[in-house]
């Protein structure tokens, strides 16, 4: 049996009352998630909502080179909502979703989000609260990204390590690693490349030396010279 406390505690639903709590609750079904398993995919219609209850999920933009390997943009913990966007907009899910461990969600249809939000004004202000807190989670984290880029693109690698720092969402913790390892990727990719071009700069000095000899050497002047030497050093031995 669900207990209203739990949907009381989802931000979302907050400012429902016990009553709307319970009418809530009626219509939630429960999905249960091994480690791994896909929630949604990208693309795919958005036609539920869901509510982490126990476990925690991960949305990710999808590579099919790393397939469940790739990055959390977001790690959702329990009592937060994740899936509402597609039954907002009625656009195809952004990004991807999967349990990083296993997991228990509540799930809400669209159908009956749309008859919530009509029935209670206040849920909908709930939802815009929502939105905007993630527009601004996601600006202030692009903002940080494009120092990072930037200070990269400087040849500033020391300083672009700022980006391991502790962060007190986990997910934002994980990017900033992750950007972190590739800046010292892409400075041991730079040293390379900076030892290889000196290499091949001085196999090309090499070679010049080489030609120039073989030019001065293979001259008729040179030539000359080495026949009247041959014969100066004839001409002592006879002496």
Known sequence: MLD???????PLFAHL???????????LTERHLNTGDILFKMGEAGEELYIVRQGRVAIYVPNPETPGKEQPIRIFEPGEALGEMALIDRQPRSLSARALEPAVL?????EEFHRLLA?????????MSGLSDRI????EFLSEVRGWVQRVAAGKYDRAGSANQDYADPSIAALAAEFTQMAVQVQQREEALRQEVLQLRIEIDDSKR???VEEITGSDYFQ???????RLRDEKGEE
Not at 224 to 230: T, W
């Open 224 to 230: 000359s010279l080495q026949q009247r030497a041959r």
């Open 136 to 139: 601004r989670y996601t600006t």
């Open 119 to 127: 029935a209670h004004p206040q849920l909908a202000l709930s939802v």
């Open 106 to 110: 509540l799930a809400l249809t669209g």
């Open 17 to 27: 009352s016990d009553t709307e709590l319970a009418q809530l609750r009626a219509v």
């Open 210 to 212: 080489k030609r120039h």
């Open 4 to 10: 209203s406390t739990v949907l009381k505690n989802v």
